[in-house]
């Protein structure tokens, strides 16, 4: 059984997990029955943190437009433009042993594209969720329903995985934002033309 987490709540996953090195991280998320006139495309980011909670460039910088990592720690594996479907909508994988020692954070994001022109938000959006599975043997590690909270946002900090003492944890943060992605690009210290 996955550990269900509430906002704000932490857990240890590499203590209670020896031996974890790769993680596949799924984010999913269902459009509410109210219509825009546009499809919803929801985007998922990891942004990977120094100690200064800042990415140290862009290319630590995970999403879209930029799916892999130097260091093949944290890969994308796509955009879903419409989130439709079972399961997951996007995923993510860590692998923990190839973490760059300057990296203390990793923080995984979901944003509305376009959410402005197409006048959406995350009112919109419902059974939004992320969990943690580990990729060697498809075991369902931690579970995060976002909520209901948010109603203008137009992006959210979903949570984040972090070192402590030498270990990995993870942060259940469920913290929303206006602005979208440059908004969470700004926060993250990096720069959006």
């Not at 987490?5 to 999913?28: A, E, F, H, R, W």
């Not at 923990?96 to 959406?120: C, G, M």
């Not at 993870?170 to 990096?190: E, K, T, V």
Request: aromatic share 10%.
């Amino acid at each position: 059984m996955p550990i269900n987490l509430s906002k704000g709540q932490k857990v240890d996953l590499t203590k209670k997990n020896p031996g974890l090195k790769k993680i596949m991280v799924g984010l999913g998320w269902d459009v509410n029955a109210f219509d825009s006139g546009s499809d919803f495309d929801l985007d998922a980011a990891a942004f990977m943190l120094g100690a200064n909670g800042k990415c140290p460039t862009e290319k630590e910088f995970i999403f879209y437009g930029n799916l892999k990592h130097a260091s093949e720690s944290v890969i994308h594996m796509g955009d879903n433009l419409t989130g439709e479907g079972e399961g997951d909508d996007e995923q993510i994988m860590i692998d923990l042993s190839k973490v760059p020692a300057n990296i203390e954070r990793i923080a995984f994001t979901v944003t509305i594209y376009d959410a402005e022109a197409r006048r959406q938000n995350f009112g919109q959006v419902s059974n939004s969720y992320i969990r943690l599975v580990d990729e060697s043997n498809e075991v369902e590690l931690i579970h995060y329903d976002l909520g209901e909270d948010f109603s203008i946002e137009t992006a959210v900090v979903v949570g984040e995985l972090y070192r402590h003492n030498g270990e990995w944890k993870f942060n259940a943060i469920g913290s929303g934002f206006q602005g979208g992605l440059a908004a969470l690009c700004g926060h993250y210290g990096i720069e959006v033309a």
